[in-house]
């Protein structure tokens, strides 16, 4: 599985963005997916996560603001973020595993190059 993650730029606090990944391959309806960030110094932390079926699951500090969500069809996973804050400035990643509902960066086995996201207070 090859993934492109796309969508980020500059925003200001409050706003929103959308970022999308689009993979290749005809497997990526069985794959978990999930959406990693690293911010500027500090390690990549998990985001959110979607399993084959469509259930999401979130890190506690996105929760009620970023929806994860895929299209099967379009081979396509999307993070849309909402209220955006200044400590969300990273470089966001989405990730395909087959350990669905893992949050953890070693179960994870085809990556993205990333996508910045810059949010100005």
């Known amino acids: 599985v090859q993934l492109q993650a796309s969508g980020g730029g500059l925003v200001q606090a409050g706003g929103s963005l959308r970022l999308s990944c689009a993979a290749s391959?005809?497997?990526?309806?069985?794959?978990?997916m999930g959406w990693f960030r690293r911010a500027p110094g500090k390690e990549r932390e998990f985001v959110a996560g979607i399993r084959p079926g469509g259930s999401t699951y979130y890190a506690d500090f996105v929760k009620d603001r970023f929806a994860v969500s895929r299209d099967n069809a379009k081979n396509t996973v999307y993070l849309q973020m909402n209220s955006l804050k200044s400590e969300d400035t990273a470089v966001y990643y989405c990730a395909a595993s087959t350990q669905w509902g893992s949050r953890r960066l070693s179960d994870y086995n085809y990556w993205g190059q990333g996508t910045l996201v810059t949010v100005s207070s």
């Open positions: 391959g005809r497997t990526f309806s069985s794959y978990g």
